[in-house]
């Protein structure tokens, strides 16, 4: 419901907000937190229990379902109006008539995040397109207008009642407003300009929307988070800074993520800080080694898109999702999984289905997610491990197992303690394991032949003190293989990236004599078939590497694959590793200046040896 003018209101509302800039910011302009460590962490603390929520993305875009005319969209089906380059007016009137919001739909998300294991639920009050679930008195483009309906406060109320935390999601950009973000550097429909625009009217009223769902009026608020900035568009433009102080005065308590900013490369070491907010943000993938001193969330979908399209029909399995989740969670960070409910709000079989399994999985294993820290191993052939204190001075660490191991024994590489105590989540009480040193590691014998659980069983084991862990090495697998992760090398003269969104870790910018290392662990002196995934363009003459480990050595050529991001595989041969801890260096030894060249996972099976 809109009430007054733009800007009586919201000099109205900025009367409340008298909290200064505190003088430590000073001069560190990006850098908002202003309390001490212990502050911070104390403010933090159920998120970081938490560990697991539900992100929901509905809103008009939701009753699109991936199509306009004849055009589809089977990613990112919640930028229709600008993919599908629809005006304000257009849209407005294409979709109002559609949204139909069914009676109960808020308290059937509440049922499917709290079955999950969720424990708290961020949804879109407003996404890109600027249509707002909450009755907003600046605009008439809201649910209440619309359909008499507060929806903001359904949601709100229905989480509540199920004991989940409230997380809002609000844009920063906005298709509607006549004043927000149009043409060069901003995400909006093309063809619009800037032109007649006023972007402190918009700024104004994104302010004001945002003291509408923060000042109490809808109950505490536990997380905010706003989406996204780029370029041009990110900070003192938003007036993030007096944002940021009208949020923290209306919930003290609230965690605001980090997309206020972009947060790239160079504003992180200008700053001397990794990030401008309560917690870092990775979309759609999960950090190789997770993201050192910062708190994280990944947020991810179960298909590629995040608002409902009736084309995105491959949804992962529950089995990568329950993987995902465990992944995120064993190097420190939250997994925020989305849902795209279908334009009544109600939820498709397929997203049911894999919330249930997900919640079947947490019933038997919610104490290895629930308040754990990351696990001590860079990495392990065969899972994940998360860990937790238990009390005078004991620990305990959760053996995610993803491949289990048919002949009752695994071993835990580089674990230099043997544990006090060993169980098998959810598994029968009698069993007890058997736990020596062996092997580089702890050996962990006697248990059941069949897993409690296909997508991963957990083993807890205690200790009664921080257990010890050896420099990392790769170990094989259950299967006997390794694979070796561009996140084990270290590299001389080529570069590392970790993954980004829809894009591969790898290794690349190499030169002639670049070099990867790789640490390995080998039980057994043998034969290995050697397989690399590349990704090349624009070579010309040729790019040849070198494989060597001890006196073996081998040599491969590289050539292009069709582009820089097109992965193949490529077979490089085979060599004879030595056994123990030996170091795998994989060189460049010619290569073209002008050639675009990644190396990702490179996999060594043991080939059969002739009898
Ligand atoms: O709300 C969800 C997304 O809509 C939003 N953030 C999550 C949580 C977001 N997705 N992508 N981005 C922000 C970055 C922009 C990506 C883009 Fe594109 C690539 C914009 C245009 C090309 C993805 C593909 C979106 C439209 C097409």
Redesign the pocket.
């Known amino acids: 419901m809109k009430r007054m003018g733009l800007i009586a209101g919201f000099c109205l509302l900025m009367g409340f907000s008298g909290v200064q800039v505190n003088a430590q910011t000073e001069g560190q302009e990006y850098i908002l937190n202003t309390e001490s460590a212990a502050d911070k962490q104390e403010r933090m603390a159920w998120w970081k229990e938490a560990r697991f929520g539900m992100f929901v993305?509905w809103g008009l875009y939701s009753s699109a379902e991936g199509e306009w005319g004849d055009k589809t969209f089977t990613?990112?089906a919640?930028?229709i109006q600008r993919?599908a380059n629809v005006s304000a007016d257009v849209y407005q009137e294409t979709m109002l008539p559609k949204f139909k919001p069914a009676p109960d739909f808020a308290s059937k998300w509440a049922s499917l995040a709290k079955q999950a294991g969720a424990k708290y639920v961020v949804f879109t009050n407003k996404?890109h397109e600027g249509f707002a679930l909450h009755d907003s008195t600046q605009t008439e483009y809201d649910a209440k207008d619309v359909t008499g309906r507060d929806l903001h406060k359904e949601v709100v109320e229905a989480l509540r009642a199920e004991g989940l935390r409230v997380g809002v999601y609000h844009s920063l950009w906005d298709w509607h407003h006549p004043d927000a973000p149009a043409g060069k550097g901003a995400?909006n429909v093309s063809g619009l300009t800037m032109e007649g625009r006023d972007l402190s009217r918009y700024t104004n009223y994104l302010h004001a929307q945002v003291n509408e769902i923060t000042d109490g009026r809808y109950g505490d608020v536990d997380v905010l988070w706003l989406?996204?900035s780029k370029g041009p568009y990110q900070g003192e433009v938003w007036r993030a800074k007096q944002l940021v102080e009208l949020i923290r005065n209306n919930q003290p308590q609230i965690l605001i993520n980090n997309r206020l900013w972009q947060n790239t490369k160079e504003q992180r070491e200008d700053s001397g800080k990794y990030w401008f907010g309560d917690f870092s943000t990775p979309?759609q993938h999960i950090p190789a080694t997770g993201i050192e001193g910062i708190d994280w969330e990944t947020?991810d979908t179960l298909n590629i898109t995040?608002g409902w399209s009736k084309h995105a029909v491959e949804f992962k399995t529950s089995t990568e999702l329950i993987h995902r989740l465990i992944d995120a969670v064993s190097k420190g960070g939250n997994y925020l999984l989305n849902i795209g409910p279908l334009p009544d709000g109600s939820i498709d079989p397929k997203t049911v289905e894999r919330f249930s399994d997900i919640g079947e999985w947490m019933q038997i294993n919610g104490d290895a997610i629930y308040g754990t820290q990351a696990g001590p191993f860079s990495r392990l052939p065969w899972g994940r491990a998360t860990a937790k204190e238990i009390g005078d001075g004991g620990h305990r660490l959760y053996l995610h197992v993803f491949d289990w191991p048919a002949n009752g024994e695994l071993l835990v590489p580089g674990l230099q303690t043997i544990p006090t105590h060993g169980s098998v989540m959810g598994g029968k009480a009698a069993e007890t394991l058997r736990m020596s040193k062996a092997r580089g590691g702890v050996v962990l014998e006697g248990l059941p032949t069949q897993p409690v659980h296909d997508a991963a069983t957990v083993i807890a084991i205690d200790f009664d003190q921080v257990p010890s862990v050896a420099p990392y090495r790769v170990h094989a697998a259950t299967d006997g293989s390794f694979d070796l992760e561009p996140a084990d090398a270290t590299v001389k003269d080529a570069i590392y990236h970790d993954h980004e969104m829809h894009r591969r870790s790898c290794i690349d910018s190499w030169k002639a004599n670049a070099e990867a290392q790789f640490p390995l662990q080998v039980e057994k002196s043998q034969s290995y078939a050697v397989q690399i995934e590349v990704a090349a363009d624009k070579i010309k003459d040729n790019a040849t590497f070198a494989l060597s480990a001890g006196e073996a050595q081998r040599s491969f050529e590289v050539k292009s694959t069709g582009g820089g991001e097109v992965w193949k595989t490529l077979d490089a041969g085979s060599i004879e590793l030595p056994s123990g801890p030996i170091t795998l260096t994989l060189r460049c030894a010619t290569i073209d200046e002008a050639s675009i060249l990644k190396l990702a996972t490179i996999t060594l099976k043991p080939v059969a040896s002739t009898p």
Do not use: G, V
């Open positions: 993305h990613r990112a919640e930028w993919n996404h995400m989406d996204y979309e947020c995040w």
